[in-house]
């Protein structure tokens, strides 16, 4: 009977391990979606949450440059570029799929594929923007870190948006849903000590669109 329990337990533990398996990398995901026009719709379920992170980013900003994090198929660059004060703005996503329908919009635009836990940008920001894409890294403390020392300008700021957070709890079985590999699941404490660890000041963070059922998107921003 112990032999039959114990390889009991060896099979569930097989079948867990090939069910996480099943799960795709973030990556391979967001790839699909851009092969499959699924970016689109995406682009328009947070261009409201976007428009509200831009203003609260850009506003009294004077010829500034604009970097995107995981910037897809390039939409929000593409809104930037026609800002009176913006001087430069990139975009960077780790799927080449994503990247290749950016620059077949946009031809004369500034895409770069990278993977960004260990990109190093050839130039430093003033702002740096990110729309719900933290959470899909592994250690998304050390991708801040590395944003505070090597993207942004010495008075830049970095502004990120996320729906995928602890206290949104209708958000929770996200994961699964997706198939997504990677999901972090942390609270807006987290998220905030992240920024100040960093070494980011005056770090604060707003809820936008929250209603009944829904505490909205949860952003956080901070200067250097």
């Known amino acids: 009977m112990r032999l039959i329990y114990f390889l009991t337990?060896?099979?569930?533990?097989?079948?867990?391990?090939?069910?996480?398996?099943?799960?795709k990398e973030p990556i391979?995901?967001?790839?699909?979606?851009?092969?499959?026009?699924?970016?689109?719709?995406?682009?328009?379920?947070?261009?409201?949450?976007?428009?509200?992170?831009?203003e609260l980013a850009i506003t009294?900003?004077?010829?500034?440059?604009?970097?995107?994090?995981?910037g897809g198929n390039g939409w929000v660059v593409r809104k930037?570029?026609?800002?009176?004060?913006?001087?430069?703005?990139?975009?960077?996503?780790?799927?080449?799929?994503?990247?290749?329908?950016?620059?077949?919009?946009?031809?004369?635009?500034?895409?770069?594929?990278?993977?960004?836990?260990?990109?190093?940008?050839?130039?430093?920001?003033?702002?740096?923007h990110s729309m719900e894409v933290f959470y899909y890294v592994e250690k998304p403390d050390l991708l801040?870190?590395?944003?505070?020392?090597?993207?942004i300008n010495p008075?830049?700021?970095?502004?990120?948006?996320?729906?995928?957070?602890?206290?949104?709890t209708s958000c929770h079985t996200w994961q699964e849903d997706c198939g997504v590999s990677i999901m972090q699941l942390f609270p807006k404490d987290t998220w905030l000590n992240y920024f100040k660890a960093a070494g980011f000041k005056n770090v604060s963070y707003f809820h936008l669109g929250a209603k009944e059922g829904w505490e909205g998107t949860l952003?956080?921003?901070g200067d250097k």
């Open 60 to 70: 009294n900003q004077k010829k500034f440059s604009f970097l995107d994090v995981g």
């Open 219 to 221: 952003v956080v921003m």
């Open 144 to 151: 801040i870190q590395n944003i505070f020392d090597s993207w």
């Open 80 to 128: 930037l570029v026609n800002h009176p004060e913006c001087q430069y703005a990139a975009g960077v996503d780790g799927s080449e799929h994503m990247i290749a329908k950016a620059k077949s919009i946009d031809q004369t635009g500034n895409y770069f594929c990278q993977d960004i836990r260990h990109w190093i940008p050839s130039m430093t920001f003033d702002v740096v």
């Open 9 to 23: 337990d060896e099979i569930l533990i097989l079948l867990l391990l090939i069910l996480v398996d099943m799960k």
């Open 155 to 168: 008075v830049g700021k970095l502004i990120m948006g996320i729906d995928f957070y602890y206290e949104n």
């Open 28 to 54: 391979n995901v967001f790839g699909e979606w851009a092969l499959s026009g699924r970016d689109e719709p995406m682009a328009k379920g947070h261009a409201d949450a976007v428009k509200a992170m831009l």
